[in-house]
């Protein structure tokens, strides 16, 4: 399980990162200024650092400089959206830039993203009795191997990494189907429905009225 700090001074943000990076399967730990998250740094090894710019003590450019010599990936997460800021974040060595306000879905896609870009993305997902193996593009459920089509492999995936999260129907229909909706709602909706039925999760697999589809987190069942 990939190990990731998140550095944020707005206890509210830090706190929905990492609730939705916790249900995507994430261990992760939260500071609120920079010589703070400093000490984690010293005393811990991360798989990836989430800093704010905008810090009490050592500001994020600082921890940036900090981190770089021991080649933690870093994803800044700033209120600072100019292009200037973006360019001279990536160009001090951040791996990614989100800017303030952000979808969720967004950004466990850009964790998983850059974890993976990096060496340290995590072959497996798990949900309930569920693994989801991305190197053997295989699914088991209490050790016995489920038949996926590829697009319901797929469609899992999505899901998984997004456990937690409303997916809009035309996001999952692009990433899973690689185009444009148009008339693919009835596609989506019947790969929805075979998903439920294999895997036993009619009441996990959540429509979410005019948005989507959800997988519901462990304690909300």
Not at 68 to 76: A, C, D, H, L
Not at 99 to 111: M, Q, S
Not at 144 to 164: C, H, K
Not at 195 to 219: D, H
Request: aromatic share 6%; with cysteine.
């Amino acid at each position: 399980m990939n190990r990731i700090l998140i550095v944020e001074d707005e206890v509210p943000i830090a706190q929905l990162i990492k609730m939705s990076l916790g249900r995507a399967g994430y261990r992760c730990e939260m500071v609120h200024d920079g010589m703070a998250a400093a000490d984690k740094i010293e005393e811990n090894p991360y798989d990836l650092v989430l800093l704010d710019i905008m810090l009490p003590g050592l500001d994020g450019y600082e921890l940036l400089e900090y981190l770089r010599p021991m080649g933690t990936p870093v994803i800044f997460i700033t209120a600072k959206g100019t292009l200037g800021d973006r360019v001279r974040g990536l160009q001090l060595g951040a791996d990614d830039y989100i800017v303030k306000p952000f979808e969720v879905a967004e950004l466990v896609a850009r964790v998983e993203s850059v974890l993976r870009r990096t060496g340290r993305g995590g072959s497996q997902l798990r949900a309930w009795d569920v693994t989801l193996d991305l190197l053997s593009h295989s699914v088991t459920q209490g050790g016995a191997e489920i038949s996926l089509t590829p697009r319901e492999f797929d469609l899992l995936e999505q899901l998984m990494r997004n456990r937690g999260a409303a997916l809009y129907r035309d996001a999952l229909f692009e990433r899973v189907w690689g185009g444009e909706m148009d008339d693919g709602t009835r596609t989506l909706d019947l790969h929805i429905q075979r998903l439920r039925k294999k895997l036993g999760w009619q009441n996990r697999i959540k429509t979410v009225y005019k948005v989507g589809y959800l997988l519901v987190s462990e304690e909300e069942v």
